[in-house]
């Protein structure tokens, strides 16, 4: 059964960092391109960052550019949010999902997410 | 960048009720569209990919139709379970992604 469980978030002062975690189970985690989906309290949802599947192409919303970085780990089998310089607006649900040839590129499998909340 | 827009944006049915929800793209995107379906408190679930393919699963009252810069999606018989919040994606600017604003179902 494929898994994706999130950890990391919590409550951070504007300015400051977090790491978020997803832990995949499964399948061949190596095989996938991998993505951050974010949704604001009440708000749609939003694609942040994927990554390719050995970790050599990566892209982000213009949003987030030059703050977060997206990363595996392959012999782990997690993937990583590296979120610097939070703020307000960073506030959200955040969730990691698959991508899949499969079904053309869709996310076909998501986590349960992961809130983080930026305030003083 | 590759605008999608949802309308209606609120939705009110009944059960039994045929609904369509439709999702306009900016520019063309061929058939690279994805539709998801998310319930309070839940992660997103992908109902229909490739503007019209049913992801495995999904019961066949879900259908998805469009090209170019117009889709729908279509629930012929409304069920209780399906009262949520529609999302279509855009997949033609691959790896780079956008979702439409959303689509709420409530029930009448």
């Known amino acids: 059964e494929v898994q994706l469980v999130e950890s990391g978030g919590g409550l951070v002062q504007p300015g400051g960092s977090l790491r978020l975690s997803c832990a995949a189970s499964g399948f061949t985690f190596s095989s996938y391109w991998m993505s951050w989906v974010r949704q604001a309290p009440g708000k749609g949802l939003e694609w942040v960052a994927n990554i390719k599947q050995d970790g050599s192409e990566k892209y982000y919303v213009d949003s987030v550019k030059g703050r977060f970085t997206i990363s595996r780990d392959n012999a782990k089998n997690s993937l990583y949010l590296q979120m610097n310089s939070l703020r307000a607006e960073d506030t959200a649900v955040y969730y990691c999902a698959r991508e899949s040839p499969a079904t053309a590129s869709a996310f076909d499998y998501w986590g349960q997410g992961t809130l983080v909340t930026v305030s003083s | 960048d590759i605008q999608l827009t949802q309308s209606p944006s609120f939705l009110s049915a009944s059960v039994g009720d045929r609904v369509t929800i439709t999702c306009r793209a900016s520019q063309g995107i061929s058939s690279y569209l994805a539709w998801y379906q998310q319930k309070p408190g839940k992660a997103p679930k992908l109902l229909i990919y490739?503007?019209?393919t049913l992801q495995s699963g999904v019961p066949s009252r879900f259908s998805g139709s469009g090209s170019g810069t117009e889709f729908t999606l279509t629930i012929s018989s409304l069920q209780p379970e399906d009262f949520a919040t529609y999302y279509c994606q855009q997949l033609n600017s691959y790896p780079l992604y956008t979702f439409g604003q959303g689509t709420k179902l409530e029930i009448k």
């Open positions: 490739a503007a019209s």
